[in-house]
């Protein structure tokens, strides 16, 4: 229906597909999470939309998933590179905060947090 009436470059179609993406990694359906992520990711900075921070916070869940995933399989080395990549894209998150947010935003605090406890 977004589509339809937005068209599939939106950034009204782009926050139903980030709602869907968040939804299959939820789901643990990651590679279906990733894929959607991906394209959800380039429809917001195709729009230079302060909301990506969203869709960063969002990948830093999904290489947590796949961190947990891997520390249970006893892969150390692909669990470091997991982890790694949830600090990224924390960071990507908390710089766009940063830049968008007043200093005292929750946002700041909350991703903040999730850096330290990474």
Do not use: W
């Not at 302060?50 to 399989?73: G, M």
Request: hydrophobic letters at 35%.
């Amino acid at each position: 229906i977004h589509c339809d009436h937005y068209g599939l470059r939106h950034i009204e179609t782009a926050r139903v597909l980030l709602s869907l993406g968040q939804v299959y990694l939820q789901e643990g359906n990651l590679e279906a999470a990733e894929n959607q992520l991906r394209e959800v990711q380039i429809l917001f900075q195709e729009n230079d939309h302060p909301d990506i921070y969203i869709v960063y916070e969002t990948l830093s869940d999904f290489y947590h998933q796949k961190r947990a995933l891997s520390i249970n399989k006893g892969e150390g080395r692909l669990s470091q590179y997991f982890k790694n990549q949830t600090i990224f894209y924390l960071n990507k998150a908390l710089e766009v905060v940063r830049t968008n947010f007043s200093d005292d935003s929750p946002h700041i605090m909350r991703i903040q947090s999730k850096i330290n406890s990474s």
